[in-house]
């Protein structure tokens, strides 16, 4: 269910944008917001169907510390 | 070939740097919660409402050297192709970071504190989508918005700092740095670290109506935001005394202690809507800047249809980031500061330094360069 | 799409959002008939160690009923209690009883039974403070001599239809300061009081007063001629920490009021100058007190410095002060006496019960942050020998519409 709704949104923002993209030719426009869409997109299916994703902000926390070791 | 082609002016961009800096003031947890000596948070405040003035002139002349171009376009004139960009793309992931902690901000402050009921997107997408909307629109509606808003905001922060004045007793001020410097030197830095998102001037400038107001909008959204600051730390100490390090969302509690009479009661939903509304245009500016950059970064002739994606990005990194409001409230004090200051202060002087070499070495390439942009 | 026309269009979203979010009530989607309005709330221990959670639920349709000219003859509210092993679960084991679920943002009153208060309130109050539903303005009230249930479920007043009205009364002439008796206290002050270093919580002391014992309950009010019990709001319980320690009598509590600067009004009473036996009655116009603590070869001590103005209220037997203007300044140096006497009545009390209820180390840490450091490990000693001394300043202003007592011939 919330799979479908995810993908219903997603689908909506495509619908959207995609035409008005194709109307202008702007083709490299179209790669960049392609790619940018499908991030969110796996990124969100993964949350929904619960795949455990690394978290960046750990990541930054794990290099802060670090750095705070070596004063 | 201009992404952006609306204009803005200089109170405009002050409107939206206050409102960006308000966003943590109004519910400002960072500032408080959890600190040593809350007494003297007001002073860490005021102290870092100063201190963050040399950085954020810093940012202010950098900008002005190259007035028609965003910190992206100069990063690459400055640092070349290669280091420029990856300046660039360490900035739009900042504020898509930045962007995804407001987002959880208003999730976890709604569910906490309203309707603990509803399901924490509700809220989240909520938000994104009407920023994104707004961002969608340019930067020239983003501006106006801010304008409107701000004056509203600052009226609601105004009432919900001074109506419950009833339960304040201004002795919980004191002792004033009773145990030294050293507690105070945390929150101060959380204050500085707020501040230095004005980095995102960088991307304004170019579309200033007229960039010499620069100086005096960052200098005014700083003075005011600061007074609004230091005006509610004091507020919130003098109602809560020692008790407020405990509070997980201090104005909103301090919007909750309004009584007058029998009728003026239970508006805490006063600071709540002023906050979201500073919330929405904030992350619609920030929205705004990443698609420019990115926009700029890749060569693209239209932002716009990058906002929604973005968009996405931001409100699944604000449930990915996130586990509990207690994971956003640690972020605050541990990871948000040294991140934050890092960041902007060292992107800030690397291009400050090259900027004064180039300028050094030719002074005529830097006209070439903005001929040929505009061309 | 003009961009004039775009951006009105999303401001007007903005707006509808903003509106939406201020309507909250209607978006929680929790109807109005369905919610129990508790109105006061009564936390106690039970014998086998559950917290049991007492409350009073207003009944909208016996209340409403008598505003409209007929005469309910329903008790304007209902009293339940339930139990958990924590408060939050007794709450909500409460709507196992309750038909409407009981919703606590309107609550006024935490009242506090006697034995509970003795064994810690910390513990309950951090739920009061963490929910989003209750209040920090809520009074935190502690019941002398029995258990909050008791006293809700005997408690009625003869004014009010509910009690907490009742009790809001009081309250609300505590605040204007009639008689400066009382303490006003909420969870907010409580929970500063208590994180406070150098000062010690003291909350709302309520009684109850048997009025007829063997009244019932049940029927309707005008049935009957005497409510069974009232209550009597005065003085104020003493913690210690977060236990209760003891309590101040009404003489007490002005004592304290005193030294913080609280009295606004009030009677004291002294002697007749002219006549020995009679009493003379002084009103409390305004008063004015700060106290400084200080710290010389070890011994602490505090000047408390108090002006009060007042005037003749009541004069029993005969006295003239026209024709003997030497009694006005007696009864002035009798006025500065009486209040010095409660004053100490409040120090020795609070030394007695060794609870710092006037914040002097609390002064003390504003003024002096570094003696205090010293001082505070041990300041449940140095309390005990604090060195209070007193400066009142006490004037008499009016007489009243006659000068002199009427004399019989």
């Not at chain 2, 004005?198 to 304004?204: E, K, S």
């Not at chain 3, 009957?224 to 709001?233: P, W």
Request: glycine residues 8%.
């Amino acid at each position: 269910m919330n799979t479908l709704l995810l993908i219903l949104a997603f689908a909506a923002i495509a619908a959207y944008e995609i035409p008005e993209i194709i109307r202008r030719r702007q083709w490299k426009e179209l790669v960049v917001f392609a790619v940018l869409l499908i991030v969110g997109f796996t990124m969100s299916l993964f949350q929904t169907i619960g795949v455990k994703v690394p978290n960046p902000v750990k990541g930054i926390e794990l290099i802060i510390k670090k750095a705070a070791g070596l004063f | 070939m201009e992404t952006e082609g609306g204009r803005i002016s200089g109170s405009q961009l002050l409107a939206l740097l206050v409102l960006t800096r308000l966003v943590p003031v109004t519910i400002e947890f960072p500032l408080v919660t959890g600190i040593e000596v809350p007494q003297d948070a007001w002073i860490s405040s005021l102290v870092g409402t100063v201190l963050s003035i040399p950085p954020v002139l810093l940012m202010v002349h950098l900008s002005l050297k190259y007035p028609d171009k965003t910190i992206i376009e100069y990063s690459q004139l400055l640092l070349g192709k290669f280091f420029g960009k990856i300046i660039g793309f360490v900035l739009v992931w900042y504020w898509l970071s930045i962007a995804a902690t407001m987002l959880r901000s208003v999730g976890d402050a709604y569910t906490t504190a309203v309707m603990p009921e509803t399901p924490i997107l509700a809220f989240i997408l909520t938000v994104g989508f009407l920023s994104a909307n707004a961002a969608r629109t340019g930067l020239e509606v983003v501006g106006r918005l801010g304008e409107v808003n701000m004056l509203v905001v600052l009226l609601f922060g105004f009432l919900t700092l001074t109506l419950p004045y009833k339960v304040m007793n201004f002795e919980n001020l004191l002792p004033v740095i009773a145990k030294g410097i050293r507690p105070i030197m945390l929150p101060t830095g959380t204050a500085i670290s707020f501040f230095v998102q004005f980095i995102i001037l960088g991307m304004v400038v170019p579309y200033l109506n007229n960039p010499q107001t620069l100086t005096k909008s960052s200098l005014g959204a700083i003075a005011i935001s600061g007074f609004m600051m230091t005006a509610f730390t004091v507020a919130l100490i003098a109602v809560f005394g020692p008790t407020v390090s405990s509070l997980m969302l201090p104005a909103f509690s301090l919007g909750r202690m309004i009584s007058i009479g029998e009728f003026l009661e239970r508006i805490e939903i006063i600071p709540m809507g002023a906050w979201t509304i500073t919330v929405a245009i904030t992350l619609a500016f920030f929205l705004w800047a990443s698609a420019v950059a990115i926009a700029q970064l890749l060569g693209l002739r239209r932002f716009q249809a990058l906002i929604y994606p973005l968009a996405a990005i931001s409100v699944a990194f604000s449930i990915l980031f996130f586990e509990s409001f207690l994971d956003l409230e640690l972020y605050f004090k541990e990871v948000w500061v040294p991140y934050s200051l890092t960041l902007t202060l060292g992107i800030t002087i690397i291009l400050y330094v090259a900027s004064l070499i180039r300028g050094r070495s030719s002074a005529s390439e830097k006209v070439i360069g903005s001929c040929h942009r505009n061309g | 799409m003009s961009p004039k026309w775009l951006s009105k269009f999303i401001s007007f979203i903005f707006m509808t959002a903003f509106l939406a979010s201020t309507l909250t009530g209607c978006w929680s989607r929790r109807e109005i008939e369905t919610l129990g309005f508790v109105t006061a709330l009564g936390v106690d221990r039970t014998e086998e160690g559950e917290i049991e959670i007492t409350v009073h639920i207003a009944k909208p349709f016996a209340v409403a009923r008598g505003t409209e000219g007929g005469v309910s003859t329903e008790k304007g509210f209902w009293t339940v209690s339930s139990t958990g092993s924590t408060a939050f679960e007794a709450m909500r084991n409460l709507l196992l009883q309750s038909p409407r679920r009981p919703f606590y943002a309107h609550n006024r009153f935490i009242l506090i039974g006697e034995e509970y208060a003795r064994a810690g309130v910390k513990d309950i109050l951090d739920l009061f403070a963490r929910n989003g539903e209750t209040r920090r303005l809520a009074r935190v009230e502690v019941i002398k001599g029995s258990t909050a249930k008791d006293f809700m479920q005997q408690v009625e007043f003869e004014l009010e239809r509910l009690p907490s009205e009742g009790e809001e009364g009081i309250s609300r002439s505590v605040e204007v300061g009639l008689s400066s008796q009382p303490v006003e206290c909420t969870l907010n002050s409580f929970l500063q009081w208590l994180e406070t270093e150098g000062m010690e919580p003291i909350a709302v002391r309520l009684e109850l007063i048997p009025k007829k014992p063997d009244a019932p309950i049940n029927v309707g009010e005008l049935l009957r001629e005497q409510v069974r019990a009232s209550s009597k709001h005065g003085g104020a319980a003493v913690f210690k920490g977060d236990k209760l320690v003891g309590w101040l009598d009404e003489t007490e509590m002005r004592g304290v009021n005193w030294v913080t600067g609280k009295v606004k009004s009030g009677i004291l009473v002294i002697d007749q100058p002219n006549e020995k036996g009679k009493l003379v009655s002084l009103e409390i116009l305004r008063a004015k007190s700060k106290f400084q603590p200080e710290v010389k070869n070890a011994q602490v001590s505090v000047t408390v410095k108090i002006e009060a103005e007042a005037s003749l209220g009541e004069i029993q037997g005969t006295l003239d002060p026209m024709k003997y203007p030497q009694a006005w300044t007696e009864m002035e140096s009798q006025m500065a006496e009486a209040i010095k006497r409660e004053v100490m009545a409040a120090i020795s009390k609070a030394k007695e019960l060794n609870s710092d209820i006037f914040g002097f180390g609390a002064a003390l840490n504003r003024k002096q942050p570094k003696e205090w450091a010293s001082l505070k490990d041990r300041w449940d000693l140095e309390f005990q020998r604090i060195d209070v001394k007193l400066e009142v300043e006490a004037k008499l202003r009016r007489m009243g519409l006659v000068t002199r007592s009427s004399e019989p011939k």
